[in-house]
């Protein structure tokens, strides 16, 4: 009878021992499946988390309409790669690329994206490096008090050709040849914030350059330039806040078309055909 009993007592240790083994393996499994890599594309991961959580938001089954949701997360990754790789986007690991991500807010920025940048740009981007000297922003520079318009206008080209001349002669950068007029301290006389102004990297949409008039001549230029071509000297108007709002002559420039898309759509296809996809 001892016996016995204590070999009941050795089967409910064991069963209950192998009954707990398999509820912390099951829940091992099952955080480990939705953590799992499914696929690569490009430069990110994504995750079954991620297939269950579009599964939910489109009312489709993760397994029977599987390759329908894949197809939609490669999109979604295809497109946020691409409006990044144009500087159109900063991404960063809450929404991109880690196992971690907010796949809700992520389906969300998607589709901001889709109806305002891919909006805004369906007619063509173009990504463009700027220099700029003022003599006339926002109120008429001190130079230009002291000593009229016209002089703070010769002065303002007196300090951008030698940077011109730079990029041309020299092959120099835009950045690099903008460092010049950055650490020029007399700039100041000329444009209170010039640090702001002197370099600039920015994507305009064909909208942004036709729709602003005093930016006329820059606009005709980046339209109608191939990737790589500098414009001239511009001698741009600007609406200085004490000009009487009649639109003046303000600014020199110097553009640099660094990149164009003409058909928004077919580049985004174009930038998937050249990724890797590497379903795991």
Do not use: C
């Not at 003409?262 to 990724?275: C, P, R, T, W």
């Amino acid at each position: 009878m001892k016996r016995l009993l204590i070999i009941s007592i050795l089967f409910l240790l064991l069963s209950g021992g192998f009954f707990a083994y398999s509820l912390f393996s099951a829940k091992e499994d099952t955080t480990d499946s939705t953590a799992k890599a499914i696929i690569i594309v490009g430069d990110e991961t994504l995750y079954q988390k991620d297939l269950q959580i579009y599964a939910e938001q489109y009312s489709l089954d993760p397994i029977t309409d599987k390759e329908e949701i894949l197809e939609i997360m490669i999109s979604d990754s295809v497109l946020l790669q691409f409006l990044q790789s144009k500087e159109l986007l900063e991404l960063d690991a809450s929404v991109y690329n880690s196992p971690d991500k907010n796949t809700i807010q992520r389906m969300s920025l998607i589709q901001i994206q889709k109806d305002t940048t891919l909006q805004r740009f369906n007619e063509g981007s173009y990504q463009v490096e700027t220099i700029t000297v003022f003599f006339w922003n926002g109120t008429l520079s001190s130079y230009a008090q002291d000593n009229g318009v016209e002089a703070a206008k010769e002065y303002a080209y007196s300090k951008i050709e030698p940077v011109y001349n730079n990029i041309i002669d020299n092959n120099a950068s835009f950045e690099e040849a903008s460092q010049v007029l950055r650490n020029d301290p007399t700039m100041e006389e000329l444009d209170p914030i010039f640090q702001n102004h002197v370099y600039s990297l920015a994507t305009y949409s064909t909208i942004d350059l036709t729709s602003n008039e005093y930016i006329k001549e820059r606009a005709d230029f980046i339209l109608n330039a191939e990737v790589g071509d500098i414009s001239e000297i511009l001698l741009l108007k600007d609406l200085p806040y004490d000009s009487d709002g009649v639109p003046v002559e303000a600014r020199y420039s110097i553009s640099k078309l660094v990149d164009k898309t003409e058909n928004l759509d077919n580049d985004i296809s174009v930038y998937k055909n050249e990724l890797n996809i590497t379903y795991l």
